[in-house]
T-cell receptor, first 115, second 113 residues
Framework: KAGVTQTPRYLIKTRGQQVTLSCSPISGHRSVSWYQQTPGQGLQFLFEYFSETQRNKGNFPGRFSGRQFSNSRSEMNVSTLELGDSALYLC??????????????FGPGTRLTVL | SQKIEQNSEALNIQEGKTATLTCNYTNYSPAYLQWYRQDPGRGPVFLLL?????KEKRKERLKVTFDTTLKQSLFHITASQPADSATYLCALDRGAGSYQLTFGKGTKLSVIP
């Protein structure tokens, strides 16, 4: 089975721009979560989707949004980019509804640099 | 406020010894606790999951304990090897009705030959 894929792998943007990141989960996985990872804050939860519905959202401003499609693929969008948005964005998929009982399979991440 | 703390940012250990990593939490009542390994430039990889009613879980050279009274999990790697060098992350669920994991900041383990 192919793993979680994320595109693009690297992205450079300037302040004020917006960006869309894409994630394809493992085939058959219906839950997709997004995380932001920075050296100072570590891995922080952004949101989780299951069957096209957002079930949980982390403490991030409304500039961060996401969606999930019927084939479980997911996108996240960051509008009006700020320097502090520079980070590794990780997508993870799980086979079943979470509640922490399922391992998460992570993609390689998208490295976003905001200049 | 809720906190997850991993005892140290970095841990150096001699090859062949047992590495012990600590994860402490406050103001959580997790039903599950997970451990992940992350190598530079890559996403985390799942290692072990332990439930609140389990005291200990083993997988090959790995052992995890979960003490809900102390609010602590210990992660052990026995007979450590240089290939075990990586950052190890603990992650907690946030209880019933939640579908998110909250991660500690990780401990970078270096196994010295």
């Amino acid at each position: 089975k192919a793993g979680v894929t994320q595109t693009p792998r690297y992205l450079i943007k300037t302040r004020g721009q917006q960006v869309t990141l894409s994630c394809s989960p493992i085939s058959g996985h219906r839950s997709v979560s997004w995380y932001q990872q920075t050296p100072g804050q570590g891995l922080q939860f952004l949101f989780e989707y299951f069957s096209e519905t957002q079930r949980n959202k982390g403490n991030f401003p409304g500039r961060f949004s996401g969606r999930q499609f019927s084939n479980s693929r997911s996108e996240m969008n960051v509008s009006t980019l700020e320097l502090g948005d520079s980070a590794l964005y990780l997508c993870a998929s799980s086979p079943n509804p979470g509640q922490g009982r399922d391992e998460q399979f992570f993609g390689p991440g998208t490295r976003l640099t905001v200049l | 406020s809720q906190k997850i703390e991993q005892n140290s940012e970095a841990l150096n250990i001699q090859e062949g010894k047992t590495a012990t990593l600590t994860c402490n939490y406050t103001n959580y009542s997790p039903a599950y606790l997970q451990w992940y390994r992350q190598d530079p430039g890559r996403g985390p990889v799942f290692l072990l999951l332990i439930r609140e009613n389990e005291k200990e879980k083993r997988k090959e050279r790995l052992k995890v304990t979960f003490d809900t009274t102390l609010k602590q999990s210990l992660f052990h790697i026995t007979a450590s090897q240089p290939a075990d060098s990586a950052t190890y992350l603990c992650a907690l669920d946030r209880g019933a009705g939640s579908y998110q994991l909250t991660f500690g900041k990780g401990t970078k383990l270096s196994v010295i030959p």
